[in-house]
């Protein structure tokens, strides 16, 4: 199987498990959002929380480029990257995107 078809399907996947794994909570509702053209995936929770605050949050924006996955935001405390990797994903091709070019060799993913 070609990389990237699989970096992309390791990515739904993982989305799908955070779907399952929060559900519902609070009134929130999630949201997993696949541009394939341009192989963006963005996984959102928004709504009413408890019915007393409105939350509308990009949790994760990641896209695969290049043969790479790059991860463009992380709102959360899971370390997606980790995951990403128990899915096959090399670490060398993983890029911490939200980085700064130059720290990315410090980081133990691709730079």
Same mark, same amino acid.
């Given at each position: ?16 498990? +955070? ?5 519902? $909570? ?27 605050? +409105? ?16 991860? +463009? ?26 980085? $700064?070019?130059?720290?990315? $060799? +410090? ?5």
């Amino acid at each position: 199987m070609d990389k990237t078809i699989k970096y992309k399907k390791a990515i739904v996947q993982l989305f799908q498990e +955070y779907d399952q794994f929060w559900g519902q $909570s609070g009134g929130l509702e999630n949201r997993i959002i696949v541009d394939a053209k341009k192989q963006a995936y963005l996984f959102l929770t928004f709504g009413w929380q408890h019915a007393e605050r +409105y939350t509308h949050l990009l949790c994760f924006h990641l896209e695969v480029k290049a043969g790479k996955v790059w991860i +463009y935001e992380n709102n959360t405390e899971a370390l997606i990257a980790d995951e990403l990797i128990e899915k096959g994903i090399a670490r060398e091709d993983i890029v911490l995107g939200f980085v $700064s070019p130059q720290a990315r $060799s +410090y980081t133990g993913f691709a730079a």
